[in-house]
C-alpha cells in the first residue's frame, strides 16, 4: 500500500466510449502525475499538475483530458480512444515542499480498448 | 535530465547479493540518482536516492563513484520477491520532479 490508490484497476472500453480514470493520494503531496506503460516500452511521463495547475503536458493527444480538482485527486478522461492506447496507466505523487522528494506510484489502470 | 545506461538484464542466486550498475556519465552537480523498481504488473516503487556520499537504507545500499558517473546499487540478500525491473534515474532534486524512465535492468532472483 503506497497511498496511492487508482481505480478501476482494469478497465476494458470501445472506441466510442467515454471513461475516466481516477486517483486519490492521501499523503499531502502537491504534484501529481499522469504516467502510461504500453507493452515492452518504458513508462511514458504524460502530464503533471504543481497545486492543481497542470505544468506539463508531454505532447498528449486530445483524446485524454486530465483533471485536477484539489491536491488529492487527479482524473484522466478517456474519449474516442484508439486500440494503440491500450497500457497500464499510472498514477504518481510527491511533494515539492518537503525534503522528501521520492514518488510514489499507485498500482495502476490496465486499460484494453476494443 | 542526465542520461543512464543499465544492463538489460542480470540474474543473481538467491540469499546473495544482487549488485546493480547504472553508468551517468553526463550527471551534472545538481543532479541526484534515484532508483526505482517494478514488480510485474505493480506500480514503480522507490528503493533509494543520493547526491555523493554513499547511502543505504532498509531496502538496499546505494554505492556512487567519486566522480559521480556511475553507481551501484546493492540488494544485500536477495529474495525471490526481489525479481524487478529496476531503474536508475539522474534528476535534480526540485524545481523539475519528473521520472524519465528508461528500459532498466530486468534482475531474475534464481532459487
Known amino acids: 500500500e503506497t497511498g496511492v490508490t487508482q481505480t478501476p484497476r482494469h478497465l476494458v472500453m470501445g472506441m466510442t466510449n467515454k471513461k475516466s480514470l481516477k486517483c486519490e493520494q492521501h499523503?499531502?503531496?502537491?504534484?501529481m502525475y499522469w504516467y502510461k506503460q504500453s507493452a515492452k516500452k518504458p513508462l511514458e511521463l504524460m502530464f503533471v499538475?504543481?497545486?492543481?495547475?497542470?505544468?506539463e503536458n508531454n505532447s498528449v493527444p486530445s483524446r485524454f483530458s486530465p483533471e485536477c480538482p484539489n491536491s488529492s485527486h487527479l482524473f484522466l478522461h478517456l474519449h474516442t480512444l484508439q486500440p494503440e492506447d491500450s497500457a497500464l496507466y499510472l498514477c504518481?505523487?510527491?511533494?515539492?515542499?518537503?525534503?522528501?522528494?521520492?514518488?510514489?506510484f499507485g498500482q495502476g489502470t490496465r486499460l484494453t480498448v476494443v | 535530465d542526465a542520461k543512464t545506461t543499465q544492463p538489460t538484464s542480470m540474474d543473481c542466486a538467491e540469499g546473495r547479493a544482487a549488485n546493480l550498475p547504472c553508468n551517468h556519465s553526463?550527471?551534472?552537480?545538481?543532479?541526484?540518482v534515484y532508483w526505482y523498481r517494478q514488480i510485474h504488473s505493480q506500480g514503480p516503487q522507490y528503493i533509494i536516492h543520493?547526491?555523493?556520499n554513499n547511502e543505504t537504507n532498509e531496502m538496499a545500499s546505494l554505492i556512487i563513484t567519486e566522480d559521480r558517473k556511475s553507481s551501484t546499487l546493492i540488494l544485500p540478500h536477495a529474495t525471490l520477491r526481489d525479481t524487478a525491473v529496476y531503474y536508475c534515474?539522474?534528476?535534480?532534486?526540485?524545481?523539475?520532479?519528473?521520472?524519465?524512465f528508461g528500459t532498466g535492468t530486468r534482475l531474475t532472483i534464481i532459487p
Open positions: 534515474i539522474v534528476r535534480v532534486n526540485f524545481g523539475n520532479e519528473k521520472l524519465t
Open positions: 499538475y504543481n497545486f492543481k495547475e497542470q505544468t
Open positions: 543520493g547526491l555523493k
Open positions: 499523503l499531502g503531496h502537491n504534484a
Open positions: 504518481a505523487s510527491s511533494s515539492r515542499t518537503t525534503g522528501s522528494t521520492e514518488a510514489f
Open positions: 553526463t550527471i551534472s552537480g545538481n543532479e541526484y
